[in-house]
């Protein structure tokens, strides 16, 4: 099956630096790749997502990349928050309504 | 609006009680899914329902029981767990066209079983 490896596990930045965050995965059927934050005690909201016919999208001060080739894609957080600092997941779809997720990446963003 | 609720936020049950969980969508999503959440984990998958019809189960025992009763419901009845069963469970919900995978998840409901 589909294996999603999510790197780094914490990452702890100041506030107005950039952070990333890479996950890899094996299938290269796979064709949809969306990011989820999850604050504490919510459940996890879809914030960007990227299908395999784009190389990059960006939405204010998030962007996602993919390298369909090398099987792995990234998220950027620029100008970083505190309000920012959450787990933040990736995704992989296997099929149509199946997603694998990443191992998740906890943020912490200082003042 | 992208909104799922789920009732109850919180629920504590013995491993004798019967209960269920509910979850609510009305953006016209014909997709919904039981996701299991454990602390520091991924969400994992339990099942789907595709037009109300059970499309997808991922192996769940059998003490969990779900249940679609129209497209803006799903239930997912709860009987004899076990601790280890104590965990987040998420209710999402996707459009279901040919061109789009998005699942849009609601708040949880945190249950412990004792």
């Known amino acids: 099956g589909e294996n999603v490896e999510q790197h780094p596990s914490t990452l702890s930045v100041q506030e107005g630096d950039s952070a990333v965050i890479k996950c890899t995965y094996s299938d290269s059927a796979s064709n949809y790749f969306p990011w989820y934050k999850q604050e504490l005690g919510k459940g996890p909201q879809l914030i960007i997502d990227i299908r395999s016919n784009v190389g990059e999208k960006k939405d204010q001060r998030i962007a996602v990349t993919l390298n369909k080739t090398a099987k792995h894609f990234s998220l950027h957080i620029t100008e970083t928050q505190p309000e920012d600092s959450a787990v933040y997941f990736c995704?992989?779809?296997?099929?149509?309504?199946?997603?694998?997720f990443g191992t998740g990446t906890r943020l912490l963003v200082s003042p | 609006d992208t909104e799922v609720t789920q009732t109850p936020k919180h629920l504590v049950m013995g491993m004798t009680n019967k209960k269920s969980l509910k979850c609510e969508q009305h953006?016209?999503?014909?997709?919904m899914y039981w996701y299991k959440q454990k602390a520091k984990k991924p969400p994992e998958l339990m099942f789907v329902y595709s037009y109300e019809k059970l499309s997808i189960n991922e192996s769940v025992p059998s003490r969990f029981s779900p249940e679609c009763p129209n497209s803006s419901l799903l239930n997912l009845h709860l009987h004899a767990l076990q601790p280890e069963d104590s965990a987040l469970y998420l209710c999402?919900?996707?459009?279901?066209?040919?061109?789009?995978?998005?699942?849009?998840f609601g708040p949880g409901t945190r249950l412990t079983v004792t």
């Open positions: 953006m016209g999503h014909r997709a």
């Open positions: 995704a992989v779809n296997t099929g149509f309504q199946k997603l694998v």
């Open positions: 999402a919900s996707s459009p279901l066209t040919s061109v789009t995978y998005e699942q849009y």
